[in-house]
């Protein structure tokens, strides 16, 4: 199955696919790395950056989206803006897609247990993507 990660920063959404068949992980080729929310964050802006999401998704034939939970206070609490995009994302209105939220406690049980097969230096994506690309491992892993 095919899962996006998501880390949801500032105006961006930064994606990252993850396949996992047979039990083997594979990184498909994609040349789209962060979605962005246009600057007014109008009604307008919402509406096409849900509609840009689910275009990628559709594109890519993803079946869940795996979104690293931010914190909604404390020293990392999320902006505003970015529980807006997440809201978006949740309110897709794919019905075959399925959205989760990892908190980091569940992120970091499931790498405890299941470290990463490789280091993320190793996997070709940029640096700015590893959160997502652990989102999306945690995805495929937690129960």
Same mark, same amino acid.
Do not use: W
């Given at each position: 199955?095919?899962?996006? #990660?998501?880390?949801?920063?500032?105006?961006?959404?930064?994606?990252?696919?993850?396949?996992? @068949?047979? #039990?083997?992980?594979?990184?498909? +080729? %994609? %040349?789209?790395?962060?979605?962005?929310?246009?600057?007014?964050?109008?009604? @307008?802006?919402?509406? $096409?950056?849900?509609?840009?999401?689910? +275009? !990628?998704? /559709?594109?890519? %034939?993803?079946?869940?989206?795996?979104?690293? @939970?931010?914190?909604?206070?404390?020293?990392? *609490?999320?902006? /505003?803006?970015? !529980?807006?995009? =997440?809201?978006?994302? $949740?309110?897709?209105?794919?019905?075959?897609? =399925?959205? +989760?939220?990892?908190?980091?406690?569940?992120?970091? /049980?499931? &790498?405890?247990?299941?470290?990463?097969?490789?280091? !993320? *230096?190793?996997?070709?994506?940029?640096?700015?993507? +590893?959160?997502? !690309?652990?989102? /999306?491992?945690?995805?495929? &892993?937690?129960?």
């Amino acid at each position: 199955m095919l899962i996006c #990660g998501v880390e949801l920063s500032g105006s961006e959404a930064v994606v990252c696919l993850l396949n996992l @068949e047979m #039990g083997q992980f594979s990184l498909p +080729e %994609n %040349n789209v790395r962060k979605i962005t929310l246009k600057k007014n964050h109008t009604r @307008e802006d919402l509406k $096409q950056f849900q509609v840009s999401f689910a +275009e !990628f998704l /559709a594109e890519h %034939n993803v079946k869940k989206v795996a979104i690293k @939970e931010r914190m909604p206070k404390g020293k990392f *609490a999320g902006g /505003a803006i970015s !529980f807006k995009m =997440e809201a978006a994302i $949740q309110l897709l209105p794919e019905a075959d897609v =399925e959205v +989760e939220l990892l908190s980091s406690a569940t992120i970091k /049980a499931t &790498l405890s247990a299941k470290p990463l097969p490789i280091p !993320f *230096a190793e996997t070709g994506l940029k640096v700015f993507q +590893e959160t997502a !690309f652990v989102a /999306a491992y945690v995805g495929h &892993l937690a129960k």
